[in-house]
Every structure is written in C-alpha cells, then in structure tokens.
C-alpha cells in the first residue's frame, strides 16, 4: 500500500562534508523516498566549505559550524531552517541534545533513528564533558519523540522505558548501486576489512590476531590506521589503506575472497547489529564473517559465520574460520538470497511508520 505524500525533513548535524557509512545510508534514505513522491529537504550541519559529492542531486539546505562550540552556537539556525519549511514531520538520528532542537520536536511530530546503545558507546568518547552532558540531556530529547526507528531488536529494548511507538528495522542497502563481483581464482584466500578509524568495537586488534596466525593469507584493511593498533605490530600479511572512497576500494575488495563484519561488539555492550558494511559485502556477493547476532539474518546461511560474540572469540574461532573461509573460495552470495536488504523494501515499511506517526498526532 503506497503511503500519502508527505512534505520530510530530515535533520542531521553532521556526516555530510565526506563519504561515510551514515552519509551513505541518508543518501538513500533521501532518494528513496523522493521515489515514491515525497517532497524531502536535507537540513545539515556542514563541517567544512565543501559537502560530499554523492549529495550533490540532493535538495539540501546547511548551516556551518566548523568547531564543536561553533556547532552548538549556530545549531538554533539550523533548527529554523526547519521550522520555516515547515515540514510534515522531521526525521533525525539520535545524537547531542544540540540547543533549539528540542523545541523543533514539541513544534513539529519527529522521529529519531536509534543506531547504536548510546550509553554502551559513551566509554569510548574521549570527552568527559561531552559525556556528562549527553547523559544528562538524553531522557528530554526521547521523551519528545513522537516514535522511535530502531535498527535492532536489541536497541529497541534498550529504550522501551520511553513508552515510544517504535519500527525495528535493519539497515538496508540500494543493491542497484552494487554489481555483483566475480569470485577471484587466487591459490591462497584474501581477507577484507572496511571501517572507519578509532572505533574499538570493529576489533581491529583481533584481525591482527588472525593475520598473525593464517600467515599465508592475505588481510586488506580500508579505513584503519596504524593508529588504531597502538602498539601492535603488524603482520607482513597485512595491507593497511586508510580512508578510501568507494571508487578506489572496489578494486580492493574485488580480489577478496571473504569480508569481515564487526568481531567486538561486546566492548560496547551489544550483542546485536547490522552494519551497512556488512550489506555492502553481500551486495557485492562476499561470504561475510560477523561476531554478532545480525537483525536481517536470523536463521544460519551457509556464506554468513557468525562466530561469538566474546573477547577471545576469533583465537577460540581458529577452526571454524579456516573451514569458512576455504569452503568460500570461488564463490560468491548470490542475490535473491539478500533481496530482503534492498532499500526500496526497507524504506516502503519506514514510510508507513512514518505516515502512522504523522495520522496519529491528527
């Protein structure tokens, strides 16, 4: 059932001056919707002069705040950019408690899109401040809130206290953007990893671990720095390439034999996710080894491992990965196994969400 035309912001106060997972994933968001009619304006807080280059087609309005403080002090402009378009209802992910926001939510009905448990997260923030303040202004932003989007089921629970109607639904992926990669014919496996830098969950240090120990595979790494490891010494096994853009890592992740998801998650307190890298991998057709329970894949696949979620659990995994990852060679996932994914499914059920919200405040 195709949902009435709605007139949709969408707020976001950062993630739109570079190619990154959250930009990636509001890119399309935003186009899915257009699609189906909607008349939606991206209103962004910009870090920098220039705003990356996959938004150009996209209706955008931006307010600049290069410096933390500099994003607090023009944050209320931002938020009457809002109130001015004066939209249907605003879309957000849940983030600071920025000042002039919680008066757009009790103006306009709004929903926040819960990525991550928050407070698990906090310990890795390297602000004190910026923690205590975050702990102390969260409860006022999600009792504003007219529903909840939660990317897991697990999230979800975590904030049940707040009494919010409330869709779980996991990351999706425009499958249309990704062709299906040839499986390589390499004699020795090759092993890839996409992340952004200085996030400890990604368990950097534990594919380290595992190059050490499979020294005749091959490990390529995009994203991660030599500072994410401190002190560990990198394996001769292992390529580091930093950030690079979609364009340039394809060429990479095309000789990979198998992709590696998060490995510990636990070190945020989550048991559960589903990563956008993850629907990359599986779009471009890579068997995957994840260390969670992922929310699209509830059932055992054969080109999905999940091995535990537990702080030894790639060392105690040794076996059961080597099966894997050489039962993986020469194959690929294919697609109508992953057609659950694709964005223009995902997005149909966060509309009727949306529009459900929308009728009730009527």
Not at 5 to 22: D, H, I, R
Request: with cysteine.
């Amino acid at each position: 059932m195709r949902t009435p035309c709605m007139k949709l912001a969408y707020l976001t106060f950062g993630g739109v001056n570079s190619e990154n997972g959250p930009g990636k994933k509001m890119l399309s968001q935003v186009r899915a919707w257009m699609a189906r009619g909607h008349e939606v304006m991206l209103f962004a807080m910009s870090r920098s002069e220039s705003l990356w280059v996959g938004l150009a087609d996209l209706p955008i309005e931006t307010v600049r705040g290069f410096t933390k403080l500099a994003r607090l002090w023009r944050s209320r402009a931002l938020v009457r950019k809002v109130m001015e378009w004066k939209p249907d209802l605003v879309y957000t992910r849940m983030s600071m408690n920025f000042p002039g926001l919680g008066m757009l939510m009790e103006r306009v009905p709004s929903i926040l899109e819960l990525n991550t448990y928050d407070v698990g997260e906090l310990k890795s923030w390297p602000f004190r401040t910026q923690r205590l303040y975050y702990l102390a202004t969260r409860a006022r932003i999600l009792r504003k809130a007219r529903g909840l989007v939660a990317v897991t089921h697990e999230i979800a629970s975590k904030f049940a206290d707040f009494g919010k109607p409330t869709l779980v639904l996991g990351n999706g992926i425009d499958l249309s953007l990704f062709p299906e990669l040839q499986a390589p014919r390499d004699a020795n496996p090759r092993v890839v990893f996409i992340g952004a830098p200085g996030q400890p969950w990604h368990g950097v240090d534990k594919i380290m671990a595992l190059a050490a120990h499979f020294r005749q595979w091959h490990f390529d790494l995009i994203g991660p720095s030599h500072e994410d490891l401190g002190s560990a010494t990198v394996p001769e096994n292992v390529s580091l390439h930093g950030l690079l853009g979609r364009a340039e890592y394809v060429q990479i992740i095309a000789k990979a034999d198998v992709a590696l998801g998060t490995l510990a998650l636990h070190r945020k307190e989550m048991h559960e996710a589903c990563p956008l890298k993850v629907r990359e991998y599986l779009a471009y057709g890579i068997p995957t080894i994840i260390g969670y329970r992922d929310t699209d894949f509830p059932d055992p696949v054969s080109w999905l491992l999940q091995i535990p979620n537990t702080p030894d659990n790639v060392t105690s995994s040794f076996t059961r990965i080597e099966r894997f990852v050489c039962s993986a060679m020469g194959k690929r996932v294919p697609r109508e196994k992953i057609r659950h994914l694709d964005v223009v499914t995902k997005e149909g059920q966060r509309l009727a969400f949306m529009d459900s919200i929308r009728r009730s405040r009527n």
